[in-house]
Every structure is written in structure tokens, then in C-alpha cells.
């Protein structure tokens, strides 16, 4: 088992066109700590690793 959850879930990159790579923000304090998760209903939420905000 991972010490962090960093080892867990690791931070997201997405790829908006081939060659060119985003991270997503945190829009409660701008972190670039994102991860991704599965929400209660099987959708697609994120965390910030940094303040503990998540949305969806």
C-alpha cells in the first residue's frame, strides 16, 4: 500500500491535441495537485491533493 495518496491516484495530465499536454488547476486555490476519482454515481470528479477541494 502507498505512504500517500499521491502513490495511490497519482496526478492527472490531459491531452488536448497530440504533442501538447494541460494540467487541470484547482479552481479553490490554483493548484496544479489534481487527481482524478470516480464519483458516488460512476462520474468523474477531482480532488486537489494540495487544499483537499473536489468538484465534479
Known amino acids: ?5 499521491l502513490g495511490e491516484v497519482g496526478f492527472l495530465d490531459v491531452a488536448l ?4 499536454v494541460t494540467r487541470l488547476s ?5 493548484s496544479g495537485h489534481v487527481a482524478q476519482m470516480l464519483g458516488d454515481n460512476g ?3 477531482y480532488v486537489c491533493t ?5 468538484w465534479s
Do not use: E, L
Not at 500500500?1 to 495518496?5: D, K, Q, R, T
Not at 491535441?17 to 501538447?20: C, I, K, W
Not at 484547482?26 to 490554483?30: E, K, L, N
Open 50 to 54: 494540495a487544499c483537499g477541494h473536489s
Open 43 to 45: 462520474g468523474i470528479s
Open 1 to 5: 500500500m502507498p505512504a500517500s495518496i
Open 17 to 20: 491535441t497530440p504533442g501538447t
Open 26 to 30: 484547482c479552481p479553490s486555490c490554483g
